[in-house]
């Protein structure tokens, strides 16, 4: 899953572009602070962008603009909004997922029986997000995993391509990624670098039917 980030030269409708045609599958529109109608509209244009490379688009943080929009899901940290609530309002085809960062957290995931997938990290520290949770290593995710109850759990927080033997052998489902894949703004290698650590098999869980 490779999300878009803010403060980068690359606009995120850019970005998106440039993930898709370097490959990527599953694009998360990740914007904050931007005003409801800049993100309505960054959102439409994402999501035109995923569905004619024939990638998916979820929206962070945000059912409605994710709705309004027509993305494929959306997904949702602890304090964005309830999952129940959430799935209420997407309906059983779009995507849902959850962020996922300590025992309680997955326990509620799996007990809430609406979400398609987790985030659940972070494995390493990153100044992606404002306000990270402890860091969880490779052995904290790997604890969390039996407390899901078979919900597919996409590592988070500064993975890198080294990181994938590791976490497919934890058997997690996949890994989302934002920083790493502009680094130096050659999209195209930094994804590829991660395809290669892969054989394909890590892809977007199906939608809740």
């Given amino acids: 899953m490779c999300l878009t980030m803010d403060g980068l030269p690359l606009s995120h409708a850019e ?17 904050k602070n931007a005003s409801p109608e800049t993100w309505l509209a960054t959102a439409r244009e994402v999501v035109a962008i995923c569905h004619e490379g024939g990638a998916l688009c979820t929206i962070n943080d945000n059912v409605e603009i994710a709705l309004t929009a027509d993305a494929d899901g959306v997904h949702l940290g602890k304090l964005d909004d309830d999952w129940v609530a959430a799935r209420a309002r997407l309906g059983p085809e779009k995507l849902l997922g959850g962020t996922v960062n300590n ?10 029986q609406v979400l398609d997938y987790v985030g659940i990290g972070p494995l390493r520290f990153t100044t992606t997000k404002q306000k990270l949770a402890p860091v969880l290593g490779l052995e904290g995710i790997a604890g969390l995993l039996p407390l899901l109850d078979g919900l597919p759990a996409w590592a988070i927080g500064g993975v890198q391509p080294a990181d994938l033997s590791a976490l497919r052998a934890a058997h997690l489902a996949g ?12 999209v195209e290698e ?7 650590r892969v054989d394909g098999d890590l892809r977007a869980p199906s939608s809740k039917t």
Avoid: E, I, P
């Fill in 15 to 31: 970005q998106a572009r440039a993930l898709v045609d370097a490959g990527a599958r599953w694009v998360q529109l990740r914007m």
């Fill in 103 to 112: 025992a309680d957290d997955a326990r509620r995931a799996a007990a809430a």
């Fill in 175 to 186: 890994v989302a990624v934002s920083s790493s894949l502009y680094t130096n703004n050659q």
């Fill in 190 to 196: 930094n994804l590829h670098a991660f395809q290669w």
